[in-house]
């Protein structure tokens, strides 16, 4: 008997029918305009344009211009690109300026698709940033995507790393602009890091459409953005600390994989102990319980995670003596993406590698408080629908499954799951033998460069050929992934998301008409055109023919959407194709979070070595354990949001008083409010109300006023005085101040004493802030003891977090009023002194200039002088110090060229 709730679905569709439905009228009211702008000439694009942005200023909703601005978009589109977008595409485009998700399948063209609402919603003149994953996609969408923009009479914008400044604040003044998540983020902590504003970039965060929005607002979402600065050089200890783990035993210390945590056994502190005794770490007479060895025993924590937790070419690989991060989600290489607390130097020192400073917060931000600066945020991806809950609690957006604009011919396989990894790799090896023997193209996906290189190692020993895309293979990307759809092709890839370049069957005429062009620049590109569309369009056929595009997936990941993702780079756009995932249960999500019973019933069914079971329960089950692990996640996002949001509050009011500050002609009254208050804390401290005379610290008040103020006026005589009150005193210091600072003004002249004073106040709440986010981290790391106490650990933070930013905004006040105190004007002579001291300096550095340039040229002429001497064979070259250049001419010192150590 069918539930009320499947019958309800039955006759009036689910929610998202409903959505999608409520579109068709407006997809509609766009077709029936779209005669009448075909018949506009390209001027005529520009006119309308400049027609429906006049509309948006003058009070017009952009909502009603919607379809006029669709249906001119797509003809200018049309025109640009020859593509005219499919009603489904328009869809997707209102459901994106409505401000929801819109999901829709690999191939089904998003990048088009955010034109639409991108070119509305840049009619008010405020701007819209649309955001990618990488800077490859960035600079190639604003590229292809502003012929659209252009014709329509908008300009284009794309941000990257180390860009001009003049250039990128020119992109960011752009109608569109083409960001990564990234640089966006780090732009938006820079900017509130100038100290003029013509320094900054960024316009008010008008709209934003993120592409692969799950991979930045859910998979990066767990790590802050942070700005940072270095610290003190520790390295000495991370290298002597690394010596001491590979010698601790199992029974030493614990590990949770599900976490990622390491501790230390009550009898492995004891070890350590001894050992970090002999190697002088540890102190005579302390333990690693007292709270002064609280850091030692923090890096010795991040040692062992180092080494226990993180695997090399898997986590992290090693390029050019330097520990390389590898995004789990997309496999990519993160430069410059460094691991905090230390645990980036302890593999540094794990893996031999120079080890780096750690560094000290100079500002930071998540990404969910980043995004939500937006007044209208959306995004596209293929996959959102299994995390709809988290981007509707988080960030207010619904998720609408836009239906695609053929039906999907996919076949999608139920799992083989094997007992063993060993089984599981022989099972995969006889699939791709099997499907590679029919012509059909195989993209096996695994989750590790390691299990790549495996698998590798097992096709070429079967005499497969293939192509790797991993982050070793980075630069190759777009073109390995343009090339997994040709007949007979294998394509073994760590992580499918987000790459940006479609498998297309048969292979990618755009790419293939590139590299030919490359290869014979001379020849006619339309011929060739011509040529290589009608080879594409032959093999197309023949890979229909073989079944398609076979995704083979070694392993399920944490998210079903990372697997889904996979699975949709088959069938694209009603092609057919297959998948299939190969499991066994030594997998990590087997291992780590999958049910002991699959294990029991698999032994009970009595299965043999090499065999696998397939049956639509297993995979229920491990949906369900997939599931699981991303409630968790989701948690561990909500907890850091909760987190974040108690200094977001207090992050939204230094930045909005920095731009007040910056925006501001005349300081002086905030100084003048600041020394006041000021002035009137000390007199509470050292007069305090409903107090007698003779309790008052008279002396005290005199040595602070000074030492604050930097004025010397008779505080004792005053108080002495018949019938003065802390009142009294109050006001006669208060003038005090005022005029020496009325003096100080007159001395330095109008101008520059404003300029001193903006200047000033912006260094001194940077320097405060700074110090405030070092003590909330801290705070952090130790509020979630409080739990022990039946305490809440958030409600812990919020209120000491609160008294903490009261205490730096009291500290703040102290400090302006103290250095505005202590600045003078120079006299003459100081100024030509610092001058004389400059040039000093400048003449020195040109000198140190001369003498590296002519340093090879010295090495090469004592060379020469030696008897015997050949720069290019060591053997002749004696005995150079470590400190000298090196003989070979490079110009680098010896121990950094042909004496470096291995």
Known sequence: ???????????????????????????????????????????????????????????????????????????????????????????????????????????????????????????????????????????????????????????????????????????????????????????????????????????????????????????????????????????????????????????????????????????????????????????????????????????????????????????????????????????????????????????????????????????????????????????????AATEAEEFQEIYGLGVVEVPTNRPIARADEDDQVYRTAAEKFTGIVEEIKEAHANGQPILVGTTSIEKSEELARLLEA????????????????????????????????????????????????????????????????????EKIEAEVADEKEKVKAAGGLFVLATERHESRRIDNQLRGRSGRQGDPGRSAFFLSLEDDLMRIFGSERLDKVLSGLGMKEGEAIVHPWVNKSLERAQAKVEGRNFDIRKQLLKFDDVMNDQ???IFSQRREIMEAKNLSDVTKDMRDQVIDDLVHDYMPPKTYADQWNTEALYASVIENIGIDVPVMAWADEEGVDDDDIRERLEEAADAYMAEKAEAFGDDTMRSVEKQLLLQTIDAKWREHLLTLEHLRSVVGFRSYAQRDPLNEYKTEGFQLFESMLDGLRTDVTNKLSKIRPMSKEEQEQMIAQIRQQQQQAAAQAAAAAAAPAAAAAIGEAREGFDENDPATWGNPGRNDSCPCGSGKKFKHCHGRLA
């Not at 600065?229 to 001491?244: C, F, H, L, V």
């Open 651 to 653: 992050r939204k009011v």
């Open 1 to 383: 008997m069918l539930g009320f709730g499947t019958i309800a679905k039955k006759v009036f569709g689910t929610a998202n029918d409903r959505k999608v439905k409520a579109t068709r009228p407006l997809v509609a009211k766009i077709n029936d305009l779209e005669p009448e702008y075909e018949a506009l000439t390209d001027e005529g694009i520009k006119q309308k344009t400049e027609e429906l942005a006049k509309r948006a200023m003058g009070g017009e909703s952009i909502d009603a211009l919607l379809p006029e601005a669709f249906a001119n978009c797509r003809e200018a589109a049309k025109r640009a690109l020859g593509l005219r977008a499919f009603d489904t595409q328009l869809m997707g485009g209102i459901f994106l300026h409505q401000g929801n998700i819109s999901e829709m399948k690999t191939g089904e063209g998003k990048t088009l698709v955010a034109t639409f609402p991108a070119y509305l919603n840049a009619l008010s003149g405020n701007g819209v940033h649309i955001v990618t994953v990488n800077d490859y996609l960035a600079r190639r969408d604003s590229e292809w995507m502003s012929k659209v923009y252009g014709a329509l009479g908008l300009t284009t914008g794309v941000i990257y790393p180390q860009q001009p400044e003049d250039e990128k604040k020119a992109a960011y003044a752009c109608d569109v602009t083409y960001a990564t998540n990234n640089e966006l983020g780090f732009d938006y902590l820079r900017d509130n890091m100038k100290a003029e504003l013509s320094q900054m970039f960024q316009r008010d965060h008008n709209f934003a459409i993120v592409d692969e929005v799950d991979s930045i607002l859910i998979d990066e979402a767990r790590t802050p953005l942070i700005i940072s600065g270095p610290a003190q050089d520790r390295s000495e200890m991370y290298a002597t600390i690394d010596k001491i783990v590979p010698e601790v035993s199992e029974d030493h210390f614990t590990l949770d994989e599900k976490t990622r945590q390491a501790t230390f056994t009550d009898e492995g502190n004891d070890f350590l102990e001894q050992r970090l005794s002999a190697a002088g770490l540890l102190p005579e007479g302390q333990t690693l319980y007292d709270p002064e060895s609280a850091t030692l025993v923090h890096h010795i924590n991040q040692a062992l995670r180092a080494h226990k937790l993180f695997t090399k070419d898997k986590d992290y690989i090693v390029r050019d003596d330097e520990v390389v991060l590898i995004d789990e989600f997309t496999g990519r290489m993160m430069a410059g993406r460094r691991l905090s607390d230390g645990l980036h130097q302890a593999i540094e020192a794990k893996e031999g590698c120079s080890i780096k400073p750690e560094n000290v917060t100079l500002a930071s931000v998540t990404f969910q408080n980043y995004f939500r600066l937006y007044n209208k945020l959306a995004g596209m991806t293929g996959t």
């Open 462 to 529: 079967q005499g497969i050929t293939f192509n790797v895309l991993n982050a070793r293979q980075h630069e190759q990307e777009a073109q390995i992934v343009a090339d997994a759809g040709k007949l007979n092709a294998v394509t073994i890839a760590t992580n499918m998301a987000g790459r940006g370049t479609d498998i297309q069957l048969g292979g990618n005429v755009e790419m293939r008409v590139l590299q030919a062009v490359a290869d014979d620049p001379e020849a006619d590109i339309e011929a060739l055109r």
